[in-house]
């Protein structure tokens, strides 16, 4: 389960989360809010900007139904075809470029998803670092046969699939020539209810296609993100807008610029309260170590020749001066070897 390797980063477990702030179509096919959502992914510290990459006509019929929220969000489809809103959020070749050349002066990684064979091949023209492949591709074994003749690493997302999808996918990307792969658990809803984010799928698509994991998230709030950090995913994904209330499909979904920068923060101190596993005392507890731990202290005065009995010891913080108490019973029964006035820390150089 290595992961993804790319020129400068590692995606996969040992490394930090690779957080993928997800632009989508939120710039609604204008090239200024595209850039835009360049510089707000930048400024929040991401690690890489996702937008889509489609030709409409290529990926859908001009009478295909919308789906619920897009109704809910942008009309019916009398009032405007799912078709129609799609050709409104195409990004040109030039648009493209435009945005790649914004990611390398705030250096943040371009990413883009991929709809159909053409937007494959532009997007390979444009040397992308890997092919991020969308949920509802994720059953379109000729569709992944295709990206993984490119040659470039893949990331998978999984909403609404079954695990035996997931495994036929896994197997037809591996099959292609592709091993830098990795799946993201994903719930195919927009907002999707937290109770069905069932992260626990991530740990089972790990085991069972042994791959690095990661997770899209849909869900409202932060609670899924920080979840998600502590359960081991390798990368994460979320929306983001420059207005909720902007026109378009996506925008409600979506955290606003101070959100994603505030949640981008909460996942890497998420990050830093894992640790490395190895139990140990921490540089901040050093000093209270000796302060708060109890030592052996002299319960009266005691004479040289003493042999040590249990009432003669008593066990309080003192300043880390004297025996630990885990010590205690190898104290008891040895002979002081001078004199300990009531009180005083009891040394291991005091006794015999």
Not at 22 to 38: F, P, S, T, Y
Not at 155 to 183: H, K, P, Q, W
């Amino acid at each position: 389960m290595s992961g993804i390797r790319l020129k400068n980063h590692t995606i996969g477990p040992g490394h930090p989360l690779f957080f993928i702030a997800e632009a989508g179509v939120n710039h609604n096919g204008d090239l200024g809010m595209a850039l835009r959502l360049v510089d707000i992914a930048a400024d929040a510290g991401a690690d890489a900007v996702k937008f889509q990459t489609f030709r409409a006509e290529s990926l859908i019929t001009r009478t295909a139904p919308k789906a619920p929220y897009h109704t809910e969000t942008t009309g019916s489809d009398e009032e405007q075809s799912w078709f129609d809103l799609l050709k409104t959020q195409e990004l040109t070749p030039a648009m493209h470029e435009a945005i790649i050349d914004r990611c390398k002066a705030r250096e943040i990684l371009f990413l883009s998803t991929p709809y159909d064979n053409e937007s494959v091949d532009l997007l390979d023209e444009l040397d992308v670092a890997l092919f991020k492949v969308a949920s509802t591709d994720a059953n379109n074994i000729p569709f992944l046969e295709y990206l993984a003749s490119k040659g470039r690493p893949i990331i998978l997302s999984t909403a609404m699939c079954t695990l035996d999808e997931v495994i036929a996918s896994t197997n037809a990307i591996r099959d292609a020539g592709v091993d830098d792969l990795l799946i993201m658990q994903c719930t195919g809803s927009y907002p999707a209810p937290i109770a069905e984010a069932n992260l626990r799928a991530m740990k089972t698509i790990a085991e069972t296609c042994q791959t690095a994991i990661g997770y899209s998230d849909h869900t409202p709030g932060n609670e899924a993100a920080i979840a998600a950090t502590a359960m081991g995913a390798c990368a994460y994904e979320k929306h983001f807008t420059l207005d909720r209330t902007l026109p378009g499909p996506d925008h409600r979904a979506s955290l606003e610029p101070d959100e994603l920068a505030a949640l981008v923060a909460t996942v890497r101190r998420t990050e830093a309260a894992l640790g490395d596993g190895v139990k140990q005392v921490m540089p901040c507890e050093v000093i209270n170590r000796g302060r708060l731990r109890k030592t052996l202290l002299a319960s009266r005065d005691i004479p040289a020749g003493t042999v040590l009995k249990p009432d003669d010891v008593q066990i309080k913080r003192a300043g880390g001066l004297g025996i630990s108490p885990d010590r205690y019973h190898d104290t008891i029964g040895r002979i002081t070897n001078k004199a300990l006035a009531k009180g005083a820390p009891i040394y291991l150089e005091d006794v015999e």
